[in-house]
């Protein structure tokens, strides 16, 4: 059997046929696997690979499983929390339902810094952040320097449609 994780629906063939090779495998999507059975299991890796089945109520599940992360020991804790954000990275729609439960309960979590890097949170926020960044240099460049817009693009790597956003926000 193959399970697909993804988001969408699985477009994969259930077979390998190759030169001297034809092997044939049941191709189930866990998403329309019930995740009651992996919830209610006494192992922890079960109840955060449940994330990735249908999830009918998220903020119940986020919320039972905050609670029994929260009394794990440090480095424990760490680990498993790294599991679930891989594990929900290919939910995103989860994922902001997660970070929503994570900022009302203000949870601080120890986190350490090779897990911050994995974190799609924190790689999104990055990523947002680098680009509010060149969105200021774009503004400094049309205010300071007066370059095209094209230039501006061009120097600071970014899509020309974002500069003339900035430009129309100066203007």
Do not use: W
């Not at 039972?64 to 424990?76: D, F, S, V, Y």
């Not at 929390?81 to 949870?107: H, N, Q, S």
């Not at 350490?112 to 990523?127: H, S």
């Amino acid at each position: 059997m193959v399970l697909y994780v993804g988001e969408g629906t699985p477009k994969m063939d259930s077979f390998i046929n190759e030169q001297d090779l034809f092997y044939r495998y049941e191709l189930k999507d866990i998403k329309e696997l019930s995740c009651e059975e992996l919830m209610n299991s006494s192992r922890l890796e079960d109840k955060i690979l449940a994330v990735l089945c249908n999830v009918e109520n998220p903020e119940h599940y986020f919320e039972q499983l905050i609670q029994e992360l929260l009394g794990l020991p440090e480095k424990e804790r760490t680990d498993y929390i790294r599991k679930l954000l891989t594990a929900v990275y290919y939910r995103p729609k989860l994922k902001v339902v997660l970070k929503r439960i994570l900022e009302d309960r203000r949870m601080p979590l120890t986190i350490a810094e090779e897990m911050i890097r994995q974190d799609p949170f924190y790689q999104e926020g990055l990523e947002r952040g680098k680009l509010e960044a060149k969105k200021e240099d774009a503004k400094r460049l049309y205010v300071e320097l007066k370059l095209p817009a094209e230039q501006i693009a061009r120097i600071l790597n970014i899509p020309l449609d974002v500069v003339r956003e900035v430009i129309k926000e100066v203007k």
